[in-house]
Nanobody, 126 residues
């Protein structure tokens, strides 16, 4: 069992930056694939960035490549999402998720993730 708590969301102007944090509690955090997903009003939840359990494999949605960076600190049981050059279309509730499955690479599908945080709102004004 893993509990996830996100923080770091807020209101920022276009072009600004935010860093989201996801603190995990529970056993064997280092054995989970970790991901960030987002959901805008009226839209389905979508993949933003995921990282494999070893940290060597990462995937990003095309729209955030070069602007967002996912990272994890095993010692702190925390996953981060650094978001730079934010755009109004990045506005959404951002969720952290953990996948305990035995796949070699992290999935980009929300349904594959077993544990979810409560979400943190990110609003980018134009």
């Amino acid at each position: 069992q893993v509990q996830l708590v996100e923080s770091g969301g807020g209101l920022v102007q276009a072009g600004g930056s935010l860093r989201l944090s996801c603190a995990a509690s529970g056993r064997a955090f280092s054995t989970y694939h970790m991901g960030w997903f987002r959901q805008a009003p009226g839209k389905e939840r979508e993949f933003v960035a995921v990282m494999g359990r070893t940290g060597r494999i990462t995937y990003y949605q095309d729209s955030v490549k070069g602007r967002f960076t996912i990272s994890r600190d095993i010692a702190k049981n925390t996953v981060y999402l650094q978001m730079n050059s934010l755009k109004p279309e990045d506005t959404a509730v951002y969720y952290c998720a953990a996948d305990q499955a035995g796949s070699v690479v992290p999935s980009r599908r929300p349904n594959n993730y077993d544990y979810w945080g409560q979400g943190t709102q990110v609003t980018v004004s134009s």
